[in-house]
């Protein structure tokens, strides 16, 4: 994985600092190179870390016979394939990288170059012939890539922090996303908590022409349309092995990180000779929070299957008021996601073992239906009939701590006609009535609902299953790629999602829900591929995954500290405190259970705090 970083603009910018500042996501090489263009500047930098070819003739950017230049962060994992039909069309290949092979790809195909590519991938081609620059990103967004364009001149980069290292972007923070953040907990593609400052959305090329110094957005990719090209109707198996096959490809060593969940199992499975690195929790933390203990699980599995496994031991008490912090400027962008600190910890321990590539099961939640709140949305007519029976007992369900953060969403979701508010109320903390009463504008409410409205007026005619589905894909799915992104990067580790390409999504997306989930099962297509390997009471158990626990955070942070905190900080400008000093008082005075609301207010408010100008 690398770092780029980028501009189009009438003056020269020496993109030194703003490579530091991305130093791990590339610490092997840092080059960048500035072009005058038709009485403009672009300035191209690179951070490497080297996994394909280590040879420096592969640094960038990189030129090819000075008609193009390419800064690109990421694998395009097919680079094998592609390369061998470009050499029968002519082309000789100077290096062994998969960046040769892009830029080749691009003289060849044009703007079709998509699809034609299997990757992860951010780049930007400065193309002399055709007077353009070009930013692309990957399928599915796997790789973020940030920019800002102004008055004409355009500015791009892996990370914020180096975007805003550019004098000309300044931060100012959108009370729009604040309402949208609370909803969620994350933002839609391709919002970042910025006002101006966005995302190449995934699938996208955003083209900047040098004569005229207009802009065009082009989607080359969504899985809706029938016009992607791409060959379908394979088994879920073959799907799997051929995009392992392919992502396993690296002249760097390369492991598993293993949860002992289906997803990481599959994995392990069918590379059975690469090392496994798992993670495990205080045991009286996950009890006290109601959370199981994958642990176990993942031990019985690595015994069954010989696998070489690492244990990360986590800390008793994971977070600390200035660990959250440190979060904060590290995820950069509104989300508050709290697997942060555990994902960065395993980078580290698989550094710490000379690896330099890792493969997760990441992804497969949402491409496979692995979600409970998809069994939920699918079967939400007979979830409501039972919600009669278990209505009257919600109190008592509240004392046991397995369901008492869970509850108020379940009934909320049932409640809510608007499939919007509905849905939203399943994957965030927040539900739309306790949004009303929070947030100072209530207008913003009206705007996130037509933004997700636009997504959903594509799947209109598609099952609400679907629907959830599609909506996850510029939501729930890439929120989660950012967090691993960056905090795998911290560690100079690439991670990669062998579970989760453009034919998988491609081919899942036109399955029948039933192939997905029933009342009783969810992820089915994967438990398949593992039934005779293990037993079922290992398939199908209920999985925590890398969440950590919370509550022990809380029960350090007493209630007027944390009233103190959030009083004397930025929150008051966006939301009413009243209403959420009673949401700190529920919590401390046991009436429920409000850990995961308290956790998404306190890092909005160190968020603002840090963003704030």
Known sequence: MCGIVGYISNSSIDLKSNLNLMNHRGPDASKSKVSRHNKLYIGLGHCRLSIIDLDEKSDQPFNFKDKY????????YNFIELRNELIKQGYVFNTKSDTEVLITAYDFYGMNLFDHLNGMYAFAILDKINNKVILARDHLGIKPLYYFLDKKKLFFASELKSLFNFKSVKKKISKYDITEFLFN?????????FQNIIKIMPGEALVYDLISENTEKIIYFDVINDNNNIAHEKTTNELIERSLDIQCRSDVPLGIFFSGGVDSTVIA???????????????????????????????????KTNLDMSTVTLPKTIYTVDEIKRIVKLNEELISDFTFQISEMLAYEAKSKGFKVMLSGMGADELYGGYPRYKLVKYKTIFKI???????????LNKFSSFNKKTDRFFSFLSEKNFIFSYSSLVGYFNKTEIEKIIIDRSTISIF??????????????????????????????????????????ASIELRVPLVNKHILYENFRKQDSFFINILNLKKPL???LMGLFSKSIINRKKTGLNPPLEPFFNVFDCETLKKVLKDGPLKNFLKLDYVFSLVD??????????YKLWQLLYLNFWIEENEN
Not at 69 to 76: D, H, P
Not at 186 to 192: D, I, S, V
């Open 449 to 490: 609902k037509n933004k997700i409205s636009k997504l959903l007026e594509k799947v209109s005619n598609e099952s609400d299953f679907k629907k959830a589905f599609y909506l996850d894909l510029y939501g729930f799915l890439p929120h989660n790629f950012i967090v691993a992104d960056k905090s795998s990067m911290q």
């Open 69 to 76: 230049e390419i800064i690109f962060n990421g694998e395009i």
């Open 586 to 595: 529920e919590h401390y005075q046991k009436k429920k259970n409000n850990t």
């Open 386 to 396: 039972i919600s009669y029976f278990i209505y009257p007992f919600r109190f008592f």
């Open 527 to 529: 438990k398949k591929i």
């Open 185 to 193: 907990g994350w933002l839609y593609e391709p919002n970042t908590g």
């Open 269 to 303: 499975s069918k590379v059975k000779e690469a090392k496994c690195i798992t993670a495990r929790y205080n045991n009286n933390d996950l009890i006290h929070s109601g959370m199981g203990n994958d642990y176990d699980y993942s031990m019985k599995i690595a015994n």
